[in-house]
């Protein structure tokens, strides 16, 4: 009898578990609202990445611009509560160097439809989840690498940005990257309030 409730409740966790995290399509309305707001943070956050980047470069030069790109999270949280509306952001990608882009299973669904043929000209994946305060929002923009990324995340790249990179990031996933490749997601999540 014991091992019948035992099994039952293994079961049970599992299905309440895995329903919490079922992404669900969203009606044209909300995919309209989330759109929306998910590509003007997205592109904000890229292009202040980028200009960042650039002008860290400039400043004090590759190896020292990837000693400080730390900040980069920051820059990205300040983005988010700049929009006022519960706004999180993160940059899941299976070849992570900060494990806070490790992927959770949401990412997982978006990356692998990335990745896959299904994707070919999309540019966004969007959802809801049911959460414990109502629904949560999910935007997904990709971003690819390009020339000026393998000057950090190739295996071509100089001995000192290397050593910098050897130091900081020892399980850094993102050292082998290809051009043009899916290089990680920008996510945008909102709360239930800032959709309806
Ligand atoms: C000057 C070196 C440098 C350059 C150039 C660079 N990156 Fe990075 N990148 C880093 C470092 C260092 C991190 C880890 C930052 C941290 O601690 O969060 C990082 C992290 C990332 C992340 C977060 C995911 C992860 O792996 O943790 C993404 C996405 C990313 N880079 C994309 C790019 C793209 C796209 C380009 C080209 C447009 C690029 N990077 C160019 C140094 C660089």
Not at 35 to 64: H, R
Not at 88 to 116: E, G
Not at 173 to 196: C, F, M, N, T, W
Request: proline fraction near 4%.
């Amino acid at each position: 009898m014991k091992i019948v409730i035992l099994i039952f409740l293994a079961y049970w966790s599992t299905l309440t578990l895995a329903s919490e995290n079922i992404l669900v399509k969203l009606s044209p309305t909300e995919e309209k609202t989330l759109t929306n707001i998910g590509n003007k943070a997205a592109t904000s956050v890229s292009q202040l990445l980028m200009k960042t980047m650039v002008a860290d470069i400039k400043s004090v030069g590759v190896a020292e611009a990837a000693r400080g790109w730390s900040k980069s999270v920051n820059l990205i949280n300040n983005t988010a509560d700049s929009f006022n509306l519960g706004m999180k952001i993160r940059r899941p990608t299976y070849q992570y160097r900060n494990p806070v882009n490790k992927p959770d299973d949401l990412d997982k669904v978006a990356l692998d439809f990335f990745l896959s043929k299904e994707s070919e000209d999309s540019k966004y994946f969007a959802r809801k989840v049911a959460g414990k305060n109502g629904y949560r929002y999910l935007y997904y923009k990709p971003m690819y690498v390009t020339q000026k990324c393998l000057l950090c995340h190739s295996e071509n790249m100089a001995d000192d940005v290397k050593a910098v990179l050897d130091e900081k990031y020892p399980n850094d996933l993102s050292r082998d990257l290809k051009l043009a490749a899916l290089r990680a997601l920008i996510r945008v999540e909102l709360p239930e309030s800032a959709i309806k």
